[in-house]
């Protein structure tokens, strides 16, 4: 078993749909939450992180966390067709030392 | 305005020439890393540099060096590329401590190998 699972996907969604991105990890230490996006031939830009559980907004996206259930998530409101990339979630334990990543979705947003 | 910049973008080398990824930057972050990442596969962490202290994955082949010369800089070395190796090379910082900033990464070098 992954210590972090993610659906590869592809997921494809219409323009202004809102869309949902989640993980699912087994190891309960993990302190630290994370999503990147990914853009082909470009390196993981970082959207949003957390500390614990609880949620994060910022503009279209949403971070929650749900320590108890072991599961992570990203929603886009409004999403738009520049949202087309991959999105990896990524986790660690204290000092942001080792990120463990899950395998990354992509998604595609049509116009 | 680029943080962590990695030179080349593309490199393409031949089987068993060595080569050299260089990362620079400019967030005067006290850890830097190397991952490497292959077509449709999360990032995987070779080493990483907290200041100097230099930390090597177990599973990091000894093909693949490192060096860290001053906090700016820090380069990848492959002695002896072989056709697996052929990646994207990503190189990040971090400043965990009192800041606790998470890791921000370059775009990457391509490396091909002929």
């Known amino acids: 078993q992954k210590e972090v699972e993610q659906d590869p996907g592809p997921l494809s969604v219409p323009e202004g749909a809102i869309v949902s991105l989640n993980c699912t990890y087994s190891?309960?230490?993990?302190?630290?939450f994370m999503w990147y996006r990914q853009y082909s031939r470009k390196g993981p830009e970082l959207l949003m992180y957390?500390?614990?559980?609880g949620n994060k907004e910022d503009g279209r996206f949403t971070a929650q966390v749900d320590k108890s259930s072991k599961y992570i998530s990203l929603f886009i409101r409004d999403s738009q067709p520049s949202d087309s990339a991959t999105y990896l979630c990524?986790?660690?334990?204290?000092?942001?030392?080792?990120?463990?990543f899950g395998t990354g979705t992509r998604l595609l947003v049509s116009p | 305005d680029a943080m962590v910049i990695q030179n080349p973008r593309y490199q393409v080398t031949q089987f068993g020439k060595p080569v050299t990824l260089s990362c620079s930057q400019t967030?005067?972050?006290?850890?830097m890393y190397w991952y490497q990442q292959k077509s449709s596969q999360a990032p995987k962490l070779l080493f990483h540099?907290?200041?100097?202290?230099?930390?090597n994955e177990a599973d990091t082949p000894d093909n693949f060096q490192s060096r860290r010369p001053n906090t700016s800089f820090c380069f990848l070395d492959i002695r002896s590329p072989g056709l697996g190796d052929a990646a994207m090379y990503l190189c990040?910082?971090?400043?965990?401590?009192?800041?606790?900033?998470?890791?921000?990464f370059g775009d990457g070098t391509r490396l091909s190998i002929l």
């Open positions: 990040a910082t971090s400043s965990p401590g009192i800041s606790n900033q998470p890791q921000h």
């Open positions: 190891n309960s230490a993990f302190q630290y």
């Open positions: 957390t500390y614990s559980s």
């Open positions: 990524a986790m660690t334990f204290t000092g942001f030392q080792k990120l463990v």
């Open positions: 967030l005067n972050h006290n850890v």
């Open positions: 540099y907290y200041d100097k202290d230099f930390n």
